[in-house]
């Protein structure tokens, strides 16, 4: 069992990720901090309490709500256009009863750290906000996390909000730069894999044909969000009835690293510029002298991992 702890700004990317999570079986989800990206805070910890009650009604998985603004910079504000009027592509999903913690995320994270040396697994799917906090408050956490799995950055594919800059790096760059300066071993799951892992129209239709009774909501919920992911992504990238799996491959790779090639690289983020403010500058010359260590992900069997997740929600 993976006891994984998921940082998330919810996000329909990041909806299949927490439904995944919620859906293997060897994935123990050890809580949810929420922040601002796709959507304000607020939104993004009721969207995950809505999908922990679809996921299974009897779950109480603690949602902490973390950050609501980058650390130095103003926020721009919700991509409706992305992820729809309320980060979900405009789904509708019932209420939930259950509180989020009282603790900041930033808090969480330094208390699941210390309760459990060692053994959790964070995977950040937003901007680094909340860990940049929790380092802030506690930077022993650095050897006490067990690994950190980060959807976020591109190294040699194109950005995907400048040229040169992935979104959840460039929405907090200071947070991401860091990041990169703490002990914490860091894997970065970037738009060099995502944008290749694609979830299509045909695969919807194989869950809606072959999926249980007791996944219909969680299906007719997925068919409404990805297809407002779906026509994000043929008017921007050309794709047709597909979308690129960022934050559910970075919780697959956490899990099962042999979904990808990593190379070890030299890396640290850039803050500053107009086109490069949240950029990853890997040191690939021979006596590299800038970064430190960093796992980045490069080629992936992308089939297997969307057959893993598709498998996950039958
Ligand atoms: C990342 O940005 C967000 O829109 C997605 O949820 C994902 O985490 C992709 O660049
Ligand atoms: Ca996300």
């Known amino acids: 069992m993976n006891p994984i702890l998921l940082d998330v700004d919810t996000g329909i990317d990041d909806s299949v990720a927490i439904l995944y ?90 208390r699941k750290a210390n309760e459990q040396p060692g053994e959790i697994t964070l995977v950040t799917l937003g901007r680094l906000t909340n860990l940049a906090l929790a380092l802030e408050k506690d930077p022993s956490i650095g050897t006490k996390i067990k690994k950190v799995v980060m959807m976020g950055g591109t190294v040699a594919a194109p950005g995907n909000v400048t040229p040169v ?19 914490l071993p860091l894997t970065i799951v970037g738009l ?23 996944k219909r909501e969680l299906i007719a919920y997925l068919q409404t969000a ?44 850039e803050c500053e510029g107009r086109f490069t403010a949240g950029m990853v500058v890997t040191d690939q010359r021979t006596h590299p002298s800038i970064g430190r260590d960093v796992q980045v992900c490069l080629e992936v069997d992308s089939e297997r991992a969307v057959n893993k997740l598709v498998a996950a929600f039958l």
């Open 21 to 110: 999570a919620l859906n293997a079986l060897n994935i123990r989800v050890e809580g949810i901090c929420t922040g601002f990206g796709n959507t304000d805070v607020g939104q993004a910890t009721d969207n995950t309490l809505r999908l922990i009650k679809l996921a299974n009604p009897d779950y109480d998985i603690p949602v902490a709500p973390g950050a609501a603004g980058p650390l130095q910079r103003r926020w721009s504000g919700p991509v409706v256009h992305v992820h729809g009027n309320n980060g979900i592509g405009n789904a509708e999903l019932p209420a939930s009863s259950q509180q989020p913690l009282q603790q900041s995320a930033a808090d969480f994270i330094v």
């Open 165 to 183: 800059c992935e979104a959840n790096f460039h929405g907090d760059p200071e947070a991401a730069a860091r990041v990169l300066k703490s002990d």
């Open 192 to 214: 060099d894999v995502t944008m290749k892992t694609r979830l299509t129209a045909r695969h919807l239709e194989l869950l809606a044909r072959n999926a249980g009774p007791d």
């Open 226 to 269: 990805l297809s407002y992911y779906f026509n994000y992504y043929t008017q921007v990238n050309d794709f047709i009835g597909a979308c690129p799996l960022h934050d559910p491959l970075a919780l697959l790779v956490a899990v099962d690293p042999s979904l990808v090639k990593m190379q070890t690289l030299k890396a640290d983020i």
